[in-house]
Structures are given as structure tokens and as C-alpha cells.
Nanobody, 129 residues
Framework: QVQLVESGGGSVQAGGSLRLSCAASGYTYRHYCMGWFRQAPGKEREGVAAVVDDGRTSYADSVKGRFTISKDNANNTLYLQMNNLKPQDSAMYYC???????????????????????WGQGTQVTVSS
């Protein structure tokens, strides 16, 4: 059973930083895509960043240069370092993992939550101006 547990959210002022963590367990995919999504009230869930098992990363244009996704394979933990936070970054942040099928694109998966079956419960990020 796949389990994903996010942590690290909180309230910060604009320009501040946060580091989100996602402790993952139970998945046995040889090739996988792990991603961070966010959802603000009244808005659709959107992809923020994703990483393939081989380390390749993808980012939404809105966070490029400010957010960094990484993973610690030894501890099965996914991270999202968020710098220079803006009020529009406020949302519930979720991590997700899915098998990356042959020919599949993690960058494509990041574009829609429909590609992921396994989700964490989320961690709230609030950025004040």
C-alpha cells in the first residue's frame, strides 16, 4: 500500500522560504514520477514540480527559478524547497507518485493530476503580503 505523508507547510511572509517534505513508502515502481501539486480554494489542482527516478526534473513556469524539487532515495523522501514565496503560492500542497510507463513523460504527468493515483493528505502553505 502506497503511503505519502507531507509536512513542512506553514505561514510565511512574501519573500520567505519553506521546505516541504513527503515521506513515501509502499511503492515498488522501478520507474516512477513523483510530483508536487497545489490547490487553492476555488481553483483546480495544478502541478508545481516533478522528478523522475533518474533525477530529471520539471517545473511549472510560475515557480521556475524559485522552487527546487529533490529526492532522498536512501530515506524515500521527496522535498520541495520554496524560495521567494509570493501570496499567489498560497495553497494546499500535495505530493503524488505514479508508475512511469515506457514512453511516458513525467513532464506530461505534471500537467494533470489525473495521471496520479497515489496522493498524500496535503500540507497548507500560506504566504502573506
Amino acid at each position: 500500500q502506497v503511503q505519502l505523508v507531507e509536512s513542512g507547510g506553514g505561514s510565511v511572509q512574501a519573500g520567505g522560504s519553506l521546505r516541504l517534505s513527503c515521506a513515501a513508502s509502499g511503492y515498488t515502481y522501478r520507474h516512477y514520477c513523483m510530483g508536487w501539486f497545489r490547490q487553492a480554494p476555488g481553483k483546480e489542482r495544478e502541478g508545481v514540480a516533478a522528478v523522475v527516478d533518474d533525477g530529471r526534473t520539471s517545473y511549472a513556469d510560475s515557480v521556475k527559478g524559485r522552487f527546487t524539487i529533490s529526492k532522498d532515495n536512501a530515506n524515500n523522501t521527496l522535498y520541495l524547497q520554496m524560495n521567494n514565496l509570493k501570496p499567489q503560492d498560497s495553497a494546499m500542497y500535495y505530493c503524488a507518485v505514479e508508475n512511469l510507463w515506457s514512453g511516458g513523460s513525467c513532464a506530461l504527468y505534471m500537467r494533470s493530476p489525473k495521471y496520479f493515483d497515489h496522493w498524500g493528505q496535503g500540507t497548507q502553505v500560506t504566504v502573506s503580503s
